[in-house]
């Protein structure tokens, strides 16, 4: 009997083209959901303005992100193999161009969903900005679940949308996270795509 759980050897690779419509196709879907939320419910959108010194937050934020991953990877074993099963089947396809792509489209929609949106809406509905951290924290770690073996990625995922949470919280600005997102998505796509091409060197 086989495992119905997520294990990029069971499935068959994906193409370059495959990989970069499913991020297309699920960036957009995200957006139409936070649209949707946010007209029918009413939901007023979390604040998006450029401000240098937040900008920079954003970036730092992003950096410390990847650094606790990179720590994260090599110290559990558990998380290094639940990693490795997504990045195989997302990342080894694409090119090192592809890395931006990325890092802009799930860092775009589901900032916009989860931060933008979902975290005013339980904010307000719960009279509480902490079971709104949560909750919204809680499911952007559902969104990264692919099947059992991939809870310690969903885990992570879990602690990182509490902290973006967070971090929009206490700036009130969309764009801080949104930064922290894209560039940790981008740098740690980078990290493992270097990784792979110095083993096969």
Known sequence: MTDPDFNSSNLPPLTRPQVLVGLAM?????????????????????????????????????????????????????????AESYLNLVLRPLVLADVLWLGLLPGLSEELLFRGVMLPSFGSSFGSDAIAVLGSGACFGILHMSGRSQWPYALWATIVGIGLGTIALVTGNLMVPVLAHIIANIVSALFWKLVQAKRIA
């Open 26 to 82: 699920t960036a957009i879907l995200l957006m139409l959901i936070a649209k949707g939320w946010q007209t029918w419910g009413d939901v007023p959108l979390l604040d998006w303005r450029w401000h240098p010194a937040q900008a920079g937050l954003g970036v730092a934020v992003g950096l410390v992100i990847s650094a606790a991953s990179l720590a994260l990877y090599y110290a559990w074993p558990a998380y290094r193999s639940s």
